[in-house]
């Protein structure tokens, strides 16, 4: 376990799945995190809640993604429960995905949409962040593996490159200020988003067929990496895309 005490993370996309394991692995580390959230405020609720229980400490934040004032309306409540002292560690893991926006099928205000939440947001809240993180600050975004294999939803999987391409050109240009970028690219999790894998009862087991550690990866998993890009263990680490999927699509199995 890293130690993160003493100082503060920001998790976008906390309240739900990925983002709450990982909003609550770097508080069991000691950090302070700010819980963004869009809209579920029970959910965002719950997660702080599930942090204090464990005796962690966390604050939320609200802001819409979507919208262009949304960084800004962000920022403004970071800023002030930061009081001053800076933001060590940025996780950009809020996405949503249209499972409609396939190439034959995608409408420009899909298409917009998913730009702005998964791709615009993290940019220009990075860019927000600059000011308040601190020299060896830590940011990590998170990715998704259909920037390697092919799904129908082209758009989504286009939001998600531009993220990996972001990660690398950020940590080159931070690298003077010893902050490294990362990205954690998550196979298929178990997690909301992901709800057709409860669908059939082929479904997970499809998925862990094709997995060399057979089985769905969960959300534990992911945010436990995500805990080590953050410590300093990982020091030495940046630009990199760490795919975290228990070795989906390896190969023949048999």
């Not at 001053?84 to 893991?93: E, F, K, R």
């Not at 939001?159 to 080159?172: C, D, E, H, Y």
């Not at 998993?221 to 989906?248: H, K, M, Y």
């Amino acid at each position: 376990m890293s130690n993160l005490t003493g100082k503060t993370a920001l998790v976008t996309g906390a309240s739900r799945g990925i983002g709450r394991a990982i909003a609550q692995r770097l508080a069991s580390d000691g950090a302070r995190v700010a819980i963004h959230y869009g809209s579920n405020e029970s959910a965002a609720r719950e997660t702080i809640e599930a942090i204090q229980a464990a005796g962690g400490a966390a604050f939320p934040v609200r802001a819409d993604l979507a919208v262009a004032s949304g960084v800004d309306t962000l920022f403004d409540t970071l800023t002030a429960h930061l009081d001053g002292a800076p933001l060590d560690i940025l996780v950009n893991n809020a996405a949503i995905m249209t499972y409609e926006a396939t190439l034959d099928e995608a409408t420009p205000e899909q298409f917009e949409r998913l730009f702005a939440i998964n791709a615009r947001a993290p940019f220009f809240i990075l860019q927000r962040a600059l000011p308040v993180l601190p020299d060896g600050g830590r940011v990590v975004n998170i990715s998704s593996g259909v920037t390697w294999f092919a799904i129908p939803q082209t758009v989504y999987a286009m939001t998600k490159g531009a993220l990996n391409a972001m990660t690398r050109s950020a940590a080159n240009t931070l690298g003077a200020r010893g902050i490294t970028v990362n990205t954690v690219s998550p196979g298929i999790t178990d997690t909301e988003m992901n709800a057709w894998l409860h669908e059939t009862d082929e479904a997970s087991s499809g998925i862990a067929a094709i997995t060399a550690l057979d089985r769905v990866g969960r959300s534990p998993d992911i945010a436990d990496v995500v805990a080590f890009l953050a410590s300093d263990d990982a020091r030495w680490v940046t630009g990199q895309t760490l795919e975290v999927n228990g070795g989906l699509y390896l190969g023949p199995r048999t």
